[in-house]
């Protein structure tokens, strides 16, 4: 049987995607297995803002496994209503339904106990930390299930919106993203540390982690920065977070791959022309790039009122170095030598390069 089987520690928030297929031509059932692994970092325990306070979580109980029988589920369109069971599992279905029904309560939908599991693994309470780990790290899951166990051709697929994108690509036809190592910024490599050694430096180890993992994340952060930027514009969420706190999360994430992705690309180019080449001629995987890059520019946009930049103080973190590097012309270069749609710096000088 084919299994897409989930295991977690927790402290760590090691997430281990263990993807297990047939065989090949002999018809006979294999034992080969495909493994992704990614280590998440722990995401932030926001105290609450005055007045009503955060539903406190019931215990995790044991991880989720999902197998061949849920893609009816994961791919149903209309997806079945989830059947709520606990206060919390109520509060986060009604908050992922009223503040982003289009991609995090639709991945809730696909997998609710999956979601479950990450957000009360992720503290005592209903946060917007808590629910944007859920959200994320079950976008992965239902990424690699997509992937490699509901459509035998294993060509990346990416859930966003309620829209499974069908790319034309495969794990492990790319190069690794530590060769995004080679044309890095050395400061930012210092600025950024903590995401960068994670999921550039420390990926070398594994060939699976190339262009389509480097895809997934920068899809599990565009997908719940939308419930970051939507909760944190509602003044009546302030339950859910502690807004003198400076928060690097799902908005934060999606900047780092936005150039995670322009420097992979130029090191590809100019390092790894075979891999360049396949990306170039991928009609599919382009329209998802161009996808993801006007989704982040657009939240960005949504975002800035409670970020950082805007308030000198407390909101979510979008880091000035790495976005001026994005808006660097040889970083858009790189964009539009593969014909991708994207803002200049100017259009962002009234705010974050003022």
Known sequence: MKKLVFANAVAAMLATFALVGCGGGSGEEGAVSTAVTT???????????????????????????????????????????????????????????????????????RSPAEVMWWVRSSGRAVTLAALGTGVHETNHVLDFLLSGICNEDRYARYLLDGQVHVTGTRMGDTANRVIVDSTYPAALKVSRAARYSLYITETAGNSRNDFSSLLDEFNAYAGAAALEASVRS????????????????????????????????????????????????????????????????????RAYPYSTAATGKGGTIVPADVFAEIYSPQMLSELDALGITHKVAADWAGTYLH
Not at 58 to 67: C, I, K, R
């Open 234 to 301: 509602d003044p009546d969420m302030g339950y859910l977070y502690q807004a003198n706190v400076m928060s690097d999360e799902n908005i934060g994430g999606m900047v780092d791959f936005m150039l995670f992705m322009q420097h992979y690309l130029l090191a590809a180019r100019t390092g790894t022309p075979q891999t360049y080449s396949a990306i170039q001629g991928q009609p599919d995987t382009l329209a998802f790039m161009q996808v993801l890059w006007t989704r982040a520019e657009s939240l960005l946009a």
């Open 39 to 109: 280590t998440e970092p722990d995401p932030v325990q926001e105290a609450p803002a005055p007045g009503k306070s955060p539903v406190p979580t019931e215990a995790a109980g044991p991880g989720v496994t999902l197998t061949l029988t849920d893609c009816a589920r994961v791919t149903g369109n209309p997806v079945p209503a989830p059947e709520i069971s606990g206060a919390d599992m109520q509060e986060v279905n009604d908050v992922l339904m009223s503040h982003d029904a289009a991609h995090s309560f639709d991945v809730f939908q």
